[in-house]
């Protein structure tokens, strides 16, 4: 037992001083990859190559849209389509932060319904930050209720319940009668924090760039054009899914940013090669510190759970600490809500309780002691997984959200951790009232 605690302990040090700001994560997820992997008893070949080299490597689809979406948002600026819309905008929602900062929540969570990824997030952001700005919603409140929307959209989103169909074998009418109730956690969660954040002595956007000639009508269509091509695909495979049948072509959503780019330059008018020059440039640039934090990302994903499509068995780390892990499950209904309640945070970090992490061999570990029933399972890991979804600072879309309204994403952590955590202890109590009679 000596390992896993040890690997606990440094995972928990290493948090710790990343959520106190006292060591930054684009150093401390590096160091946290190789001192897990060290310590797990990976070989140092193992350590080198698959935590380092190819976890660098993992996201390297994230790193991509993330540029390519940074360029999309320097033609949305640099053309005067974000001014105008910011402009328009202001004279719609007045001085009134906090019923726009509702509608955009619920407009956000309707769109994750069938979206994801970090390309769809970008698309999205680049649309709604300018308006939630524009009101007087501050920049850290406006990155904090989008990751609110596109939780609570997620909950309903069938890509996010293939996990609980594919190993834990439950219909979706099952996993519906918790995902209702968690929705409607998460959404009461997102209104306390609208009403107690949503607001801010003055506007942030109004005015900042300088006047300029309005852009044609038809180039104000260019946060939209990706959308407009991505969500009938995403809108048919949703209801495909819905009715059993096997997705369809699923737009790629690089290519639909890259689209959204050359329209965005073709119809403003000017010099469009210096346009186009200077927001790739100027994009690459403006991205660069999320793409540095993505690479840390990969490696502690490599850490704990191995490269992808790596059995919990055969990577050694997740195989150390599983015995640790299980003793702590719960046979009670209080202790399943108390136990996973107090825990929750595991899943930030790619921690033992966040599925795309350890928690990933942690679920067929469970199963496998039969002191839980699938349900169960699926109730304690969709209720934690909502912090997971909303705060951790190792999501690639919370890193861009905060280099992009440019924020600390320990920040987005700290201010959003309580209100969720809530809503997930609320989420367990449901998903014992269900599953554990």
């Known amino acids: 037992m000596v390992v896993p605690i040890a690997i606990l302990v440094v995972f928990a040090a290493l948090a710790a001083l990343m959520y106190a700001g006292r060591l930054p994560a684009l150093l401390a997820l590096p160091v946290l990859a190789v001192g897990v992997g060290a310590i797990g008893g990976l ?3 193992q350590v080198a190559q698959v935590v380092v080299a190819d976890g660098a490597l993992r996201l390297h689809a994230a790193y991509a849209a993330a540029m390519v979406g940074s360029m999309l948002a320097q033609v949305v600026e640099k053309t005067g389509v ?5 402009k328009n905008a202001a004279e719609l929602g007045g001085d009134r932060p906090l019923p726009m900062a509702l509608l955009m929540t619920v407009v956000v969570a309707i769109l994750f319904v069938t979206l994801g990824g970090l390309g769809a997030v970008i698309m999205v952001a680049t649309i709604v930050f300018p308006i ?3 009101v007087g919603v501050t920049p850290l409140a406006a990155g904090c209720l989008f990751l609110f929307g596109m939780s609570i959209g997620g909950v309903f989103n069938l890509v996010n319940w293939q996990l609980y169909t594919d190993i834990l074998k439950l219909p979706h009418a099952v996993i519906l009668r918790l995902a209702a109730p968690l929705c409607g ?11 107690v954040h949503g607001r801010a002595p003055r506007r942030f956007w109004a005015g900042v760039h300088p006047q300029r000639q309005r852009p044609p009508w038809y180039c104000l269509l260019t946060p939209l054009v990706p959308l407009a091509i991505v969500l009938p695909f995403a809108i048919r495979n949703w209801l495909l899914s819905a009715k059993g049948h096997n997705p369809g072509f699923e737009f790629p959503i690089i290519t639909a940013l890259l689209v959204g780019l050359v329209w965005g330059v073709l119809t403003a008018g000017g010099n469009r090669v210096q346009l ?9 640039a403006a991205v660069a510190p999320a793409v540095g934090l993505m690479l840390g990302i990969g490696m502690v994903m490599n850490a704990f759970a191995g490269p992808p499509g790596t059995q919990p068995e055969q990577w050694k780390v997740a195989e150390q600490i599983r015995p640790l892990l299980l003793r702590a499950i719960p046979s009670s209904a209080l202790g399943f809500v108390a136990t996973f309640g107090l825990l929750a945070p595991l899943a930030l970090y790619r921690g033992p309780l966040n599925l795309w992490g350890m928690g990933a061999g942690l679920v067929g570990a469970i199963l496998a002691t039969g002191r839980m029933s699938p349900g169960a399972v699926m109730a304690a890991f969709f209720s934690v997984g909502l912090i997971q979804g909303v705060c951790d600072p190792t999501n690639t879309h919370n890193v861009w959200i905060a280099s992009h309204l440019d924020v600390d994403v320990q920040q987005i952590l700290k201010r959003t951790l ?7 202890i609320a989420g367990l109590a449901v998903g014992a009232a269900l599953f554990l009679r």
């Open 132 to 134: 939630l700005l524009s």
């Open 82 to 86: 974000a001014e105008t819309i910011v």
């Open 43 to 45: 070989s140092w070949q």
């Open 418 to 424: 309580p209100y969720v955590w809530a809503a997930s």
């Open 185 to 195: 956690l998460l959404l009461l969660a997102a209104v306390i924090f609208a009403v």
């Open 276 to 284: 186009l020059t200077r927001s790739v440039i100027d994009g690459i």
